[in-house]
């Protein structure tokens, strides 16, 4: 089994910053793109922000210049900073990893979420 552990949210005042933390750990050979996502109250989930394992990184058009993904390796850990912090930004903000396995598998896994917070 694979596990993501997200931790970092929190209630933040609008302009404000704050930085995510996903480790994951378990069953793992490697572990191709890692990214963030988000789902606000009543909205789909969607791309917040990914990165290759070479540090290749892309972003939702409502971010770039704000938010900064990075990543380490010998870790297993994805980052998110987040600056300029918007009240639009408020959703619970999940970390995902494609793993593969020591058994050759490859999947997609998801953390549990994390809430953010952005008070105006």
């Known amino acids: 089994q694979v596990q993501l552990v997200e931790s970092g949210g929190g209630l933040v005042q609008a302009g404000g910053s704050l930085t995510l933390s996903c480790a994951a750990s378990?069953?793992?050979?490697?572990?191709?793109?890692m990214g963030w996502y988000r789902q606000a109250p009543g909205n789909q989930r969607e791309l917040v922000a990914r990165?290759?394992?070479?540090?290749?990184?892309d972003y939702a058009d409502s971010v770039p210049g704000r938010f900064t993904i990075s990543r380490d390796n010998a870790k297993n850990t994805v980052y998110l900073q987040m600056n300029s912090l918007k009240p639009e930004d408020t959703a619970v903000y999940y970390c995902?990893?494609?793993?593969?396995?020591?058994?050759?598998?490859?999947?997609?896994?998801w953390g549990q979420g994390t809430q953010v917070t952005v008070s105006s």
């Open positions: 990165i290759s394992p070479s540090g290749v990184a």
């Open positions: 378990g069953n793992i050979f490697s572990i191709n793109d």
């Open positions: 995902t990893a494609n793993v593969q396995t020591r058994y050759n598998r490859r999947g997609d896994y």
